[in-house]
């Protein structure tokens, strides 16, 4: 059974331009919860999403990001017009229901602009 | 011993000793907590979980403990190892549709 599959494993980006990082949940998970991670920090949340609906966006901001996780294929995080500041790790992690149950996290994405 | 350095709290344990990381947590109304495990490079590792009606919950050579009274979360490896090196995150959750909310991290270092 496949864990939490994220890609790309680094991806760098000029200033302005797109990132997009993919998370293909764990088999069987229908729950998709995105974090940021800089460096000597601890994870941040973001967004958390089920299939074709945000479910909570309060951790992420409100201009140049975005989350979907349609009905086929994986969740994406987007980033537009990236900026110096947007460098981080970005881990995506998954779960089978939203009951207090724990969360099974990817290897995640460094995203470096330059 | 235990010291703060520039982020990352640290605590540098001899191996075969036991460890003592430490956390304290934020919201009266979370009931369910769990350690993770996050080595360099990699994303963050279940290590343990525990519910807020109890106080203790054992795995294979850890512990968790749990204090609510004084919102106090700790956890304990016996017999550390040199692969037990890494940075160690208590995160705590509320019931129903709310995101797991991480702490800030301990990093632990085995000397052999």
């Known amino acids: 059974n496949a864990g939490v599959m994220q890609n790309p494993r680094h991806l760098v980006r000029r200033r302005g331009q797109e990132a997009r990082l993919r998370c293909s949940p764990m088999?069987?998970?229908?729950?998709v919860y995105w974090y940021r991670q800089l460096p000597e920090e601890g994870l941040k949340f973001m967004v958390y999403?089920?299939?074709?609906?945000?479910?909570?966006e309060s951790g992420m901001p409100k201009e140049r990001f975005s989350a979907e996780f349609p009905k086929e294929g994986p969740s994406i995080l987007r980033i537009q017009q990236v900026v110096r500041g947007d460098s981080a790790a970005y881990f995506c992690?998954?779960?089978?229901?939203?009951?207090?149950?724990?969360?099974?996290f990817g290897s995640g994405t460094q995203l470096s602009v330059l | 011993g235990e010291s703060v350095g520039l982020h990352l709290p640290t605590l540098s344990v001899q191996e075969g000793d036991n460890s003592i990381i430490n956390c304290a947590y934020s919201?009266?109304?979370?009931?369910?907590f769990i350690w993770y495990k996050q080595e360099s490079g990699k994303g963050p590792q279940f290590i343990i979980d525990?519910?807020?009606?109890?106080d203790k919950r054992q795995g294979q050579r850890v512990t968790v403990l749990l204090n609510k009274t004084v919102k106090h979360l700790s956890l304990q490896i016996a017999a550390t190892q040199p692969g037990d090196s890494a940075v160690y995150f208590c995160?705590?959750?509320?019931?129903?549709?709310?995101?797991?909310?991480f702490g800030k991290g301990t990093r632990l270092s085995v000397i052999a």
């Open positions: 999403l089920q299939k074709e609906n945000i479910i909570d």
């Open positions: 088999k069987g998970h229908s729950h």
């Open positions: 525990i519910r807020s009606n109890m």
């Open positions: 995160a705590e959750n509320m019931r129903g549709n709310t995101p797991l909310v």
């Open positions: 992690a998954s779960s089978r229901g939203n009951g207090n149950e724990k969360l099974f």
């Open positions: 919201n009266s109304a979370s009931d369910y």
